[in-house]
């Protein structure tokens, strides 16, 4: 048997991820000889030893890589031949003008799990245990290479304990970067008016005590604060929703496991999976009727629960059973509603003390705040809401781009995008863009991404509205550092993220359904019902929903009465023919100034928003006449569907429009006849997919195009999406839709990033 040299080189997300240990067992366990490092490419492995060998470990590393890595290439040559003393991990590498990508932030793992309830164990009970499978990443980075120095754990030196199994190739823990243990590591304490009133294990009981007691908690975790409290408590419930100023909004919720959960809501194989998957997001669940009780609390209007797993150690134990002790606690981000969530120790007692009762804390420094992401399953696929931890800042492979590239994203559930090569960094979850704070965190954040992705943008991309602080921005980053910068039409970047999310090819147009809340149109309106044909060069428009008068503006998106009121009028029916519901929130006065503003189109965007029809359709059926945040009425409508209903309104088609006011006739029509507003909601919903359908068949008739590519908030609507995505399938389209990144506007600013680089000639394909 000849003995041959080979030269591995593998890239991806392959540090911090037990690779190198793997390689070192692997080439132990084949009487291999040679060594592996870490570059700034990914992992080098070099081989020595006989070929069955060298075929066996490749086969094997290839088949079964550590858990957590994602590997994007792997590649193996001749190498010239060379002899080794036995097989070595060598220092890792550095070139400054490469980069790696960087691990997300990971949920406990069952090991760790299993040494934190382990009296024998010496972390028994320590609320940072973690491993090379698990704990904390992306949110502890501060520079790069991925090695301690570089972490928030730089000030916490090894024991001698850590220190060996840090530098033990056969320990789980080898090269884990934030290992700690109760000698060495960071540490929690519990405060009350300012006051420390309780250390270690006596902080985490203590703060039991409190949560049982009704108080409500500031908990220092993994990306940031949370603030949490006794879930079924109504009367702590009401003072957290007063103090946090968060009227109707829905709170996120954690049990210690999947049978608790289960208790208040359905759990299918696929969402169990989920929720103690790496990642651990908040998953949406459909309530059970215990749940429903619940839900009255913690989410009105809703049949769903946002439920999670702990997945830190700290969560473990702040969560385990016990007699008194709450089975579900609220584990809402901890700000202010619109801020974003505190995250260091100063922050939390300057913004939390005017909201929480008490503080467990610790002394990890969190470098990156990062919310809990959220995900809602459609038929066995995971479908995210909200993209941050455990999920970003993993990067999504795109055609390789000639110049590096910053798409600074949208206002609300702003995520900016940076590009180099292959690769699209989408940040996590920023916030609405609406205020100081949230502005501050997002040039933090980029900062932060161009420095440990190495990206420096010689282009940059931005929404075509011109108020929106990111587009500011941009355009004052053009300015200072002299760079070109191109806007791009929010639906269009909707959907051609889309497209980049399911490698659909750039230059081969698809029907792209954006409906949407709210994007700023080329011809100066407020879009949101659009079909477009769309590459990732340019957009038609060939069919949009009819404008709708929006008077007021924002008045009439904060108070949907105005918008049932304009759209009664907007189909020529008489306000006073009926007694609509907006009559009660409407005083005479307002109801002439709504109708002399839809007359005259004063201070009156027009519209054809398809969030804003929801807003107005749900009013004018009797739901929220005033809402406290965005979608609320569209969640309250699509609640209240009857499934069993299959009659559905009428959308004509014409002239490039999609006529509206004969669905408001319709509505009125039913409402004489005393139809339910859950068979009203079930029509709307059931008229909306039809019309998807319908004016896709008018373009492929057209133009022969087959593929539908769906974007937009509206599509966050479960009802909606499933139904809307059956029929097309049914009617022999192609349907695709966001998967690693959020439907709503948290995905936009991949498209813009591409859009940009496709028009200024920078894709290559
Ligand atoms: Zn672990
Ligand atoms: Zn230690
Ligand atoms: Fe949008």
Not at 550 to 559: E, T, Y
Not at 704 to 725: D, E
Request: hydrophobic share 40%; aromatic share 8%; net charge negative.
């Amino acid at each position: 048997m000849p003995i041959l040299n080979k030269r591995l080189h593998i890239t991806g997300i392959v540090q911090g991820v037990g690779f190198r240990p793997t390689v070192f067992n692997l080439a132990q366990k084949h009487a291999l000889t040679g060594w592996v490092l870490n570059s700034a490419h990914g992992v080098e492995i070099e081989l020595r030893g006989e070929e069955n060998d060298l075929q066996a470990f490749i086969a094997e590393l290839r088949q079964n890589p550590p858990p957590l890595a994602v590997i994007d290439s792997f590649t193996v040559e001749d190498a010239p031949a060379e002899n080794f003393e036995g097989f070595h991990i060598h220092h890792s590498e550095d070139d400054a003008s490469d980069f790696l990508p960087v691990s997300p932030d990971l949920n406990i793992c069952p090991d760790c799990r299993r040494e934190l309830f382990d009296p024998a164990n010496r972390r028994f009970r320590y609320p940072f245990i973690n491993c090379t499978n698990c704990g904390p990443r992306f949110s502890i980075v501060t520079g790069i290479p991925y090695d301690r120095p570089n972490t928030s754990m730089a000030d916490f030196p090894l024991c001698p304990d850590c220190a060996g199994e840090y530098q033990d190739p056969a320990n789980r823990r080898f090269h884990a970067q934030p290992i700690a243990c109760p000698v060495c590591g960071p540490q929690v304490w519990y405060e009350e008016d300012g006051k420390r009133l309780a250390e270690r294990e006596d902080a985490i009981q203590s703060a039991r005590n409190a949560l049982t007691e009704g108080k409500i908690l500031a908990v220092k975790g993994l990306g940031g604060f949370h603030l949490v409290c006794d879930a079924k408590n109504p009367q702590t419930i009401e003072k957290l929703r007063l103090r946090k100023r968060r009227s109707g909004k829905p709170f996120a919720l954690m049990a210690f496991d999947v049978e608790s959960i289960r208790l208040y809501a359905r759990v299918s194989p696929e969402e169990e999976r989920l929720l103690n998957s790496p990642m651990a997001p908040v998953v949406l669940l459909e309530s059970t009727p215990a749940g429903k009780e619940l839900a009255r609390l913690v989410a009105p209007d809703q049949n769903r629960l946002g439920f999670m797993l702990p997945y830190t150690p700290l969560h473990l134990l702040l969560l385990e059973p016990a007699e008194a002790f709450p089975k579900v606690l609220v584990m809402t981000s901890g700000n202010l509603s619109e801020e974003p969530i505190a995250y260091t120790n100063e922050d939390a007692h300057a913004r939390l003390s005017q909201l929480a009762d008490g503080f467990l804390l610790h002394d990890r420094p969190i470098h990156t705040r990062i919310d809990d992401s959220v995900v809602s399953m459609i038929d066995g696929v995971p479908h995210i809401q909200r993209r941050a931890r455990g999920y970003a800042p993993l990067p999504i492979r795109i055609p390789a781009a000639s110049l590096p590239a910053l798409a600074c994203g949208t206002e609300l559930k702003n995520t900016f995008c940076l590009v180099r090569e292959g690769y699209a960094f989408v940040s996590h979850h920023i916030g609405d863009l609406e205020n100081r704070e949230t502005l501050t965190a997002f040039e933090d954040a980029v900062r932060h991404y161009e420095k440990i992705f190495r990206v420096h943008p010689r282009l940059l991309a931005a929404d075509m509205h011109p108020d929106y602080l990111a587009s500011r921005y941009a355009r004052q980053r053009a300015v200072d550092e002299n760079l070109p910068l191109v806007t791009v039409q929010h639906h269009h970047a909707h959907i051609v993220s889309c497209m980049a999310d399911n490698q659909l090819p750039p230059r081969e147009p698809v029907i792209g359904l954006a409906f949407d809340g709210t994007g700023y149109g080329t011809d100066g309106a407020i879009w949101g019902g659009e079909v477009l044909l769309a590459t990732w060069e340019k957009f038609e428009r060939p069919w949009h929903f009819e404008y709708l008068s929006l008077p007021g503006g924002d008045a009439a998106v904060r108070k949907p009465a105005r918008m049932a009121l304009s759209l009664v009028l907007q189909a020529g029916i008489d306000p006073d023919s009926f007694p609509f519901a907006f009559h009660h929130s409407l005083d005479a006065e307002e109801q002439t100034a709504v109708a002399n503003q839809v007359r005259t189109g004063f201070n009156t965007p027009k519209t054809s928003s398809l969030g804003r029809l929801f807003d107005g359709v749900a009013a004018l059926i009797g739901l929220h006449q005033q809402i406290s945040y965005e979608a609320q009425n569209a969640i309250a409508l699509e609640t209240i569907a009857s499934p069993d209903e299959k009659a559905a309104y009428d959308f004509p088609l014409q002239d490039g429009l999609i006529l509206v006011s004969p669905l408001i006739a319709a509505i009125v029509a039913d409402l004489r006849n005393k139809i339910a507003p859950g068979i009203i909601s079930a029509r709307f919903h059931n008229g909306l997919a039809a019309c998807a359908v319908n004016v896709s068949r008018k373009i492929r008739a057209d133009k022969g195009i087959r593929k539908v590519a769906l974007s937009g908030g509206v599509w966050q609507n479960k009802t909606l999406i499933k139904q809307t995505i059956t029929a097309l399938q049914s009617a022999e389209f192609e349907v695709f839709w966001s998967r690693k990144l959020p439907v709503n506007d948290g995905g936009v600013a991949l498209g813009q990033a591409l859009v940009a680089l496709s028009l200024s000639g920078n894709l290559k394909e």
